[in-house]
């Protein structure tokens, strides 16, 4: 409190922690995948449920990742414009698509992975084994918890 107002504790408030994380990691590694492969932050994230779930829909994608439909199918045409995704139309609605990553698309896929565990070890270098798995516990849960 500060003359009777109350004052948000930022070192204290998770959103905001959490927030700050968030956008310091975008701001490092979005910067290497624009230099490096002309690709943002949301473009790798769908590259990754590419690889994951090959053959997945923009709505998937969606679902997984936590970004709109435009948001998606704007990365989903960047990386099919540079040859990296392919997709095939559904038999049944045309307008549902099937998408995967294409030959070229895995090998850049590879070269942001590595740069990807790369930022990430450096981002976790000095926290130890069990303070790491208890916040990704935690994170996990909040994530439940927002989905409720």
Same mark, same amino acid.
């Given at each position: 409190?500060?003359? @009777? ?15 700050? $994380? ?17 690709? @943002?932050?949301?473009?790798?994230? $769908? ?19 936590? $970004? ?7 990365? +989903? ?23 995967? +990553?294409? @030959? ?27 303070? +790491?798995?208890?916040? +990704?516990? $935690? ?10």
């Amino acid at each position: 409190m500060r003359a @009777g107002i109350r004052i948000l504790d930022i070192d204290h408030y998770a959103p905001f922690l959490l927030n700050a $994380v968030s956008s310091a990691w975008q701001r490092q590694t979005s910067a290497i995948y624009r230099r490096d492969f002309d690709l @943002g932050i949301v473009d790798w994230r $769908v590259m990754a449920m590419l690889n994951i779930e090959p053959e997945i829909t923009a709505n998937r994608i969606c679902e997984v990742i936590r $970004v709109d439909k435009a948001a998606a199918s704007r990365s +989903l045409k960047i990386l099919e414009a540079q040859g990296l995704a392919t997709y095939a139309a559904s038999n049944s609605d045309p307008r549902r698509r099937s998408w995967w +990553l294409t @030959g070229a698309g895995q090998e850049v896929h590879s070269d942001i992975l590595a740069i990807a565990l790369d930022c990430e070890a450096r981002m976790l270098a000095d926290i130890p084994p069990e303070d +790491l798995e208890t916040y +990704l516990r $935690v994170m996990r849960k909040m994530l439940k918890n927002l989905d409720k």
